[in-house]
């Protein structure tokens, strides 16, 4: 496997999102995502507030870029918004980073591959035995 190297593009989010602002955002980023497995960090660290809008917005971004076999990580965000995202389901979609730089370095490293066991303890086809 290699270290998949990338152009990272960090976009400001604003700190209100009207409807308009949105499609004016998604728009901007379009030139990011003209590229094959595109690489986006959002900066939330203007976002206070998280509403329907700004979670529209962050699920658009994903798409474009899954579209594109890429990815848009998160960074700076509050923990109102995270509180936002969490609650919604939206968290488990995206990364989230303290900082971008964190954000930006983590597109440049291998996945880490986890190894499940998958044998069951004997007791356990004891019990299921018994149970029976």
């Known amino acids: 496997m ?3 190297d990338c152009n990272v593009e960090v976009k400001q989010l604003p700190e209100a999102l009207t409807m308009k602002h949105a499609r004016v955002f998604l728009r901007e980023l379009e030139s990011c995502m ?7 960090v959002l900066d939330c660290s203007k976002v206070r ?8 917005l962050l699920l658009g971004c994903l798409e474009e870029a899954i579209k594109r076999n890429g990815d ?4 700076a965000v509050s923990n109102s918004a995270r ?3 969490e609650l919604t389901g939206v968290s488990r979609l995206f990364e989230m980073f303290e900082t971008n730089a964190e954000a930006m370095i983590s597109f440049n490293r291998l996945p ?3 190894t499940l066991q998958t044998t069951t303890p ?3 086809y004891r019990a299921v035995e018994n149970a029976a």
């Open 49 to 56: 507030q998280m509403d329907r809008t700004a979670v529209h």
């Open 122 to 124: 004997a007791r356990s």
């Open 83 to 85: 509180e936002i995202l």
């Open 112 to 114: 880490t591959v986890t």
């Open 2 to 4: 290699t270290i998949r």
């Open 34 to 40: 003209k590229s094959d497995r595109p690489c986006v």
């Open 72 to 75: 848009v990580k998160l960074a």
